[in-house]
């Protein structure tokens, strides 16, 4: 599966932005979708992820009430949508993939998109 993420762009903090994940594939319901970020000077950690087909969701503690990953199997499409952002928010965003079903959320993910810069300005 290809991945190409969009949406990214410069917030005042307290604002909102939505991010996309478009991917390549005929059957994307089959795919564990995740979205990861890395801030500056530090790696690349999840944010959240969201099961194939049912869309169980998982976030880390950081975004909680703040941010909502969905899918839309029919777009082979998965966001992000991000409120009340937060200057430590700044980070460029990735989106992962999938088909690992071991556990939940996953541990691993083996597909990964082009990252969308988001910066939040204070």
């Known amino acids: 599966v290809q991945l190409q993420a969009s949406g990214g762009g410069l917030v005042q903090a307290g604002g909102s932005l939505r991010l996309s994940c478009a991917a390549s594939?005929?059957?994307?319901?089959?795919?564990?979708m995740a979205w990861f970020r890395r801030a500056p000077g530090k790696e690349r950690g999840v944010v959240a992820h969201?099961?194939?087909?049912?869309?169980?969701?998982a976030y880390t503690d950081s975004v909680k009430g703040r941010f909502t990953i969905s899918r839309d199997n029919a777009k082979n499409t998965v966001y992000l949508q991000m409120n009340s952002l937060k200057a430590e928010d700044t980070a460029v965003y990735y989106c992962a993939a999938t088909q690992y079903d071991g556990s939940w959320p996953p541990r691993s993910y083996d597909f990964w998109g082009h990252g969308t810069l988001v910066t939040v300005s204070s």
């Open positions: 969201i099961r194939k087909w049912a869309g169980d969701t």
């Open positions: 594939g005929r059957i994307f319901g089959v795919w564990n």
